[in-house]
């Protein structure tokens, strides 16, 4: 028997706009326990340096939260030039600092964006990412002072844009679109080394994660005022406003085609029945056709016999 959960069984996805200073999980156990909710996660923390786009699931919507984690990100950074640090970000000890040239300009960042970070490139991962050797988070083995070989890493760079240049701070801003597992400190730390005077990330915002946008985000200070809002009513009330933050259970694979399913057909796939079903070759968003509820994803394979690939509770 799988381990119970105390408080709400409540299914959806709620989109953070998470401040600075906090951790991806100081934020998720604060918002999880304000909605009184039984089961949550996040998909793919952010730095405390970090803000922005955090999707948090609730409940069944857990389940998929690997199409999250694997999917696209846009990231809006700036990067100082000049200095280097351990962590390749402002959070980190200063390793390095070397005097900027005045021959850097735009023209120049431009082109090496486009000779270097567009399409396929191998990144080397920084020592205080979350990569882990044996077993242990790498930047837990950094803040020890051990250091372990880190193998690069290909990583797609969709589009990457120099947003502004301002040489009297030696620093500039970059939009970056690019596939999971991109580094935007790596980013920062090579460029700066092909300029010869090195850099690290100042800021960093992540603006989109899969299918979700940044005007969809919830700031942290909109979540509690709506919590001071309604500090002096009760559970229900409370917890009915709360809910109708969240978005559906299904909007992780909400790309995924749609198939619906009668309830014959339905009761056969929770029975680990394989139904034979006349469509393409592919990974499918299940609903039932008489009331379009979502009930998991399946895959139809070469010979049409469509199989169960993660179902709902829809019991609770």
Do not use: W
Not at 20 to 47: C, E, W
Not at 257 to 263: E, G, I, Q
Not at 267 to 296: A, T
Request: charged share 25%.
């Amino acid at each position: 028997m799988g381990r119970r959960h105390k408080g709400r069984p409540i299914d959806g996805v709620f989109l953070l706009d998470k401040p600075p200073g906090s951790s991806s999980n100081y934020v998720l156990q604060r918002i999880k326990r304000s909605f009184g909710a039984a089961k949550a996660g996040h998909t793919g923390a952010l730095d405390p340096l970090a803000t922005g786009m955090l999707p948090l699931t609730f409940g069944e919507a857990t389940k998929f939260s690997q199409f999250l984690l694997d999917a696209d990100k846009r990231y809006q950074t700036t990067v100082k030039l000049g200095i280097r640090t351990d962590s390749s970000d402002a959070d980190g000890e200063i390793v390095e600092q070397k005097t900027v040239s005045s021959d850097i300009d735009e023209a120049l960042i431009s082109k090496l964006l486009v000779e270097h970070f567009t399409g396929l490139i191998e990144q080397v991962p920084s020592m205080f990412s979350a990569l882990k050797h044996n077993g242990q988070p790498l930047y837990k083995l950094a803040r020890k002072g051990e250091k372990v070989e880190v193998k690069p890493r290909q990583v797609t760079i969709h589009n990457i844009e120099l947003l502004a240049f301002r040489p009297e701070e030696n620093e500039f801003d970059l939009d970056v679109r690019c596939s999971k597992g991109t580094y935007i400190r790596s980013i920062a730390e090579d460029l700066g080394m092909l300029l010869g005077c090195g850099g690290h990330v100042k800021v960093l915002r992540r603006l989109e994660s899969g299918p979700y946008k940044a005007e969809s985000m919830i700031s942290m200070e909109q979540f509690e005022a709506l919590l001071t809002n309604l500090e002096n009513e009760t559970d229900e009330v409370r917890y009915k406003a709360l809910d109708t933050l969240l978005i559906p259970s299904y909007s992780p694979v909400e790309h995924l085609p749609k198939l619906s399913l009668s309830d014959q057909q339905k009761e056969q796939l929770f029975q680990g029945k394989p139904i034979s079903i006349e469509q393409p070759e592919d990974l499918y968003r299940l609903h039932v056709l008489s009331d379009d509820q979502f009930v998991g994803i399946g895959v139809i394979d070469d010979k049409q016999i469509l199989r169960s690939k993660r179902l709902l509770n829809t019991t609770s």
